[in-house]
């Protein structure tokens, strides 16, 4: 039986993020050392587009090499953006932008040894180590699967599917992408393929079910792509035991690849943050995590709104790898001079809870909110 350490989406890329895509890789190849694995397998999207596969995966197969001959076979299988983005001419410039329907590259002309880079469509099956691999590539449908000529599984033997590609059992949508969307693979194919492990590819937030006899598993991206909410949360591998029926697995948790952290924060009249929640959120922070702050409420001055939220994003900047502070604001003037306005917050404040009442003091920020909502909308009708 083999130990297999199981990954997807990591989108290396050229650029700024560059060395933190590659950090990433690198934790996950030290993983593989410690783990003792048998095997690495890349379900898709190692590279964020073509021209990022073109300009890293010589880099990124030297960084590999090591690992190969310590003995860790690593299987990869290109996803949907390994085509994706500006096509070279033979000359290397640009020429044009691919999207979803145009002419892809054949990426089984490329070498990356010392990787077992499987390109080749509609499949093609590997055996290693006594388990087969059957690596399916990104393809836009996989409705012909039953016309397949997959050899049938050895007796003995543990099949571990490589696919990247949708399952609606296991994820209901929408698809993640905007730009090129994978297929969709039935739950019948790992039936039909006896398929022991499903190492699947393309959705970011880490998933598993058992699909007939076969655990399938999306691991989520091991790092942070985009600001989105599907990117939040821990970033992990899988480490997979073929020994046993359903195999095991468990998580493996990347400290170098931070998380994506979002926060809604209150911005009163006088277009000032409150410090207690900044001060927290502060303290959750790790320098490859990616952060969203959005402050919302009801202003006097938009452009001291602007101002409170450039400083809170200079603030920020040094301890993130990426910080973006954006305004959900509306300008009610006067709301502060206004009487009945003021004396709410009068009010509001003599009611203020501790600090330390986390609980309490959330409720307290959004009841002073929601009245300043509703004094803004009554001064909108003049009263």
């Known amino acids: 039986m083999a130990k297999i350490i199981h990954t997807a989406d990591l ?16 934790e996950i190849i030290g993983l593989c050392g410690a783990e003792r694995a048998d095997a690495l397998v890349i379900s898709g999207d190692l590279f964020d587009s073509f021209a990022d596969f073109s300009a890293l995966r010589r880099e990124v197969c030297a960084r590999l090499e090591p690992l190969v001959k310590a003995g860790c076979e690593v299987v990869y299988i ?115 393929f006896a398929v022991d492990y499903a190492a699947l590819g393309h959705v970011h937030a880490g998933r598993q079910q058992l699909l007939g006899g076969a655990l399938a598993c999306y691991p989520g991206s091991p790092r942070v792509w985009r600001a989105h909410s599907r990117e939040a949360g821990q970033k992990t591998v899988r480490l997979v035991d073929t020994a046993g029926s359903p195999v095991n697995i468990r998580r493996l948790e990347l400290k170098s690849a931070g998380q994506y952290r979002e926060y809604a924060l209150p911005l009163g009249p006088d277009s000032l943050v409150p410090e207690r929640p900044v001060s927290k959120l502060i303290l959750e922070l790790e320098k490859p995590d990616l952060v969203t702050v959005r402050l919302s409420g009801f202003v006097d001055d938009e452009k001291a709104a602007r101002a409170a939220a450039d400083a809170l994003r200079e603030r920020l900047a040094p301890m993130v790898r990426r910080a973006a502070v954006e305004l959900d604001t509306r300008v009610a003037a006067e709301i502060s001079a206004n009487s009945l306005a003021k004396a709410f917050l009068e009010g509001m404040e003599a009611a203020r809870p501790s600090d330390g009442d986390e609980a309490a003091m959330s409720k307290w920020l959004l009841a002073r909110q929601y009245g300043l909502e509703e004094l803004a909308g009554r001064l909108g009708e003049g009263a």
């Open 78 to 192: 290109p996803g949907n953006h390994e085509s994706l983005g500006d096509r070279p001419d033979q000359g290397g410039i640009a020429r044009n932008r691919c999207r979803e329907h145009c002419d892809r590259p054949d990426l089984s002309k490329y070498d990356l040894k010392p990787l077992r880079f499987q390109a080749e469509l509609p499949f093609s099956l590997l055996e290693l180590k006594g388990v087969e691999f059957l690596c399916v590539p990104h393809a836009a449908s996989y409705d012909n699967y039953r016309d397949w000529a997959v050899p049938a599984k050895k007796a003995g033997a543990v099949r571990v599917a490589l696919a990247h590609a949708l399952n609606s059992t296991i994820f209901t949508g929408p698809d993640p992408e905007d730009q090129s969307r994978a297929g969709i693979i039935d739950d019948n194919f790992f039936t039909r």
């Open 11 to 26: 989108h290396l890329a050229t650029g700024d993020d560059k060395d933190y895509g590659l950090s990433v890789l690198d």
